[in-house]
């Protein structure tokens, strides 16, 4: 336990009713395992989401035996369905327009952007990751530009940038 975690918990000791078998938590000390859990559950290491989830249900020298022997078996052979499972397994995905071969983890939004000059010539862009030029900390690909001077292979890009972003996961809501 690190020191702010000591210290927090000597503060408690002072004040807590010695008969708890289930100690009282603060509202954000809550919400912080929430997001525990939905980070395990990410990462599909359920055995462990299950024990979160009885977190305040149980004593809280059982919960912490249970994460403590979890610890203890992570590496071990009867723990294989505490790992994450090789679905889970975080790859490098590439999306390939034209080309451009951009990582897909840094891609997090897109527009299109058709238009024609001055001599009636069409120009199309898919613009990923539209950022405002006044903001200090710019994503990366921020305002990447791909572009097309032909109607059709627009039409194309836009339904390759949509059909390779789906095949890693990505939901579309359109309204």
Known sequence: MNQYLKSASKAY????NKDYLINPISEIDGEIITEIVEIFKKLGVNNVVEILRNYKYQKDEEIRDQLLQVNIDFNSEKSEELKPSKDKVLKK???VLKEHNL??????????SEDYDSDDNFLGKIILNPTRHDVTNLPIYANYEVCSNDEEEF???K???????????VEFIKF
């Not at 339904?159 to 996961?169: N, P, Y």
Request: glycine share 6%; hydrophobic share 50%.
């Open 103 to 112: 990582m897909a983890k840094f891609i997090f939004g897109f527009k299109f």
């Open 13 to 16: 000791e002072k004040l807590k």
């Open 155 to 157: 039409e194309d890009l």
């Open 93 to 95: 995905q590439i999306i």
């Open 159 to 169: 339904k390759q940038i949509e059909e390779q972003l789906m095949k890693i996961g």
